[in-house]
């Protein structure tokens, strides 16, 4: 259980989500205990860490920001190097917003799949939890509770007629991660559009990267990729906050209508609460799994 990063550089092209302004991105391999880094190459390759106090903005989208410098909608990105087990990375970008590709993480995961990924020799270090910790915003709950592996399980609640009451559950494995989780898309109403867009979001949001939902169906000609891929896409967006923890975790993370607000908060506290949470290296880790 070492540390990881990709073999080769990989790139995308697209359109901001809530821009609609074109970007290019490319992931590159990173040194060993270097973490998650974003470049803006526009900007004389000004770089900023994925960490939870880069936090800027929660609406819609999960925002970075160093020093006047903003990186906008990064949870796709981060939730697929974090599901797939990728530790160290430089992201290029240049400009402000990750483009949204099909709104899903399977490209990146797709595209890692096809360069493969580098054992480093550094070992990794876990967060291992060791004392349930929940946050709670009325009917919005986010807990992590002690476990040898890292699991999570995810509840939603909507009133349409294709999403309901949807829960989903799964062991994060790079496996289980690209198959279950990085295919889902973002999913939003046709009704928001018109408010949505006059408060300057969804710019370049399209049929091409969103499921869009009617009062009884949805707009897109193609098929659902799973029954439940809403609360899919709920788990992808809460790996992508969940990423800025900066480090690996062992617990079980149960979430019932969370969004991004309450998942970077959640990790923020969880970060501060030291009394629940021990650093376990990888020895250690092996060890107690025997």
């Known amino acids: 259980m070492h540390q990881q990063t990709l073999r080769h550089p990989v790139e995308f092209s697209g359109i901001g989500l809530h821009t609609g302004e074109h970007a290019t991105v490319r992931i590159l391999p990173a040194p060993a205990n270097k973490g998650i880094v974003f470049r803006r190459v526009d900007l004389d390759n000004f770089e900023l860490l994925a960490d939870v106090g880069s936090v800027a903005r929660v609406s819609y989208a999960t925002t970075l920001m160093s020093r ?6 990064v949870e796709h990105l981060l939730s697929a190097l974090y599901g797939i087990g990728i530790d160290n990375a430089y992201i290029e970008l240049d400009n402000f917003e990750v483009p949204i590709l099909d709104g899903s993480a399977l490209p990146y995961t797709e595209a890692i799949a096809r360069v493969g990924v580098v054992t480093q020799r550094a070992p990794r270090r876990y967060i291992r939890i060791t004392k349930p910790f929940v946050l709670e915003e009325g009917e919005k709950t986010l807990g992590i509770y002690p476990s040898d592996i890292f699991s999570i399980q995810y509840a939603i609640d909507f009133p349409h007629p294709l999403i309901g009451k949807q829960s989903v559950e799964v062991q994060l494995t790079g496996s289980n991660y690209a198959t279950s989780i990085a295919p889902a ?12 867009q006059a408060g300057g979001l969804i710019r370049g949001g399209s049929l091409e990267n969103a499921i869009v939902l009617t009062e009884t169906g949805i707009v897109n000609d193609t098929s659902l990729r799973f029954a439940d891929e809403f609360v899919r896409h709920k788990t992808l967006d809460l790996l992508g906050d969940f990423a800025l923890i900066g480090q690996p975790v062992l617990g079980s993370l149960i979430a019932n209508r969370a969004g991004h607000a309450l998942h970077t908060r959640f990790v923020a506290e969880l970060l501060e609460s030291t009394s629940h949470w021990i650093i376990a290296s990888t020895a250690e880790v092996v060890s107690s799994a025997r």
């Open 185 to 196: 898309r973002t999913f939003g109403f046709y009704h928001d559009v018109e408010k949505l």
């Open 68 to 73: 006047g410098v903003w990186i906008s909608t």
